[in-house]
């Protein structure tokens, strides 16, 4: 990867709505080859997907709640269902392994306090936690899905 496929993902992490000509333009490119450089960043998995992305409260999805896991059993049967269980539940945004006195970390949206009642019920009955604790988010200070893209080395 060199340093205009660098520019390319920068571009389009900020925009991925431009058309190939306008980041081809940002760029230093013409079409053809930004649109080359593109197709192969997908191909090799570099760009894994363009979406839009949404405004949860707008939506009615107002609370965000960071759940920290612990289980007593880390067997690779255990993990496994969770993993299915916890995949399949649309409120989990990020859901991640981690090393430390936390298991798990879930991130997880919800229109109200309610909604992560249902959630936690739903969660504490997929297999057997030792331990569960729910941060809620009072304020959103910094949120971006741009990636640092580092340079060249």
């Known amino acids: 990867m060199d340093a205009?496929?660098?520019k390319i993902l920068?571009?389009?992490?900020e925009d991925a709505s431009l058309?190939?000509?306008e980041i081809g333009s940002r760029v230093?490119?013409?079409?053809?080859?930004?649109?080359?450089?593109?197709?192969?960043?997908?191909?090799e998995g570099v760009i894994t997907k363009r979406v839009a992305l949404i405004d949860p409260a707008k939506i009615g999805l107002g609370i965000t709640v960071f759940v920290s896991?612990?289980?007593g059993d880390?067997?690779?049967?255990?993990?496994?269902r969770f993993a299915e269980m916890v995949g399949a539940m649309p409120e989990v945004m990020e859901?991640?392994?981690?090393?430390?006195?936390?298991?798990?970390?879930l991130r997880v949206?919800?229109?109200?306090?309610?909604?992560?009642?249902?959630f936690y019920k739903k969660l504490i009955g997929t297999v057997p936690l030792k331990n569960v604790t729910s941060r809620f988010a009072m304020e959103k200070i910094k949120s971006t899905t741009s990636l640092p893209i580092p340079a060249q080395s």
């Open 4 to 6: 205009i496929d660098r």
């Open 69 to 71: 896991v612990e289980t």
């Open 19 to 21: 058309s190939v000509a």
């Open 109 to 118: 949206v919800v229109p109200d306090i309610a909604g992560y009642d249902t």
């Open 74 to 80: 880390h067997s690779q049967e255990w993990l496994g």
């Open 28 to 43: 230093g490119l013409s079409s053809t080859p930004c649109w080359k450089r593109i197709q192969r960043l997908e191909a």
């Open 10 to 13: 920068a571009v389009v992490q």
């Open 95 to 105: 859901f991640y392994r981690m090393a430390g006195d936390v298991d798990y970390m």
